[in-house]
Each structure stands twice: as structure tokens, then as C-alpha cells.
């Protein structure tokens, strides 16, 4: 969530905060957590 990929598989983030990497339905995910203000 919160993550985009650019044509050369680049992982960048669309919303400020905290990168969390974890696992969904057996696959490596990466998800930006929103930093609350």
C-alpha cells in the first residue's frame, strides 16, 4: 500500500512514512505505514 513501481521495477513511495516489508499470501510485500501528525 502507498507503494509505486516505476517501468525499471524501482519501489518508491507515494505517501510520507514509515516503510514496513512483510509477507501477503506467500509473496514479499513492502507497505508505507502514514505517519500520524
Known sequence: DNVGRGGDDTLFALAA???QFGVKRGRRA???VPVAE
Open 30 to 32: 513492502v507497505s508505507i
Open 17 to 19: 512514512g514509515h516503510v
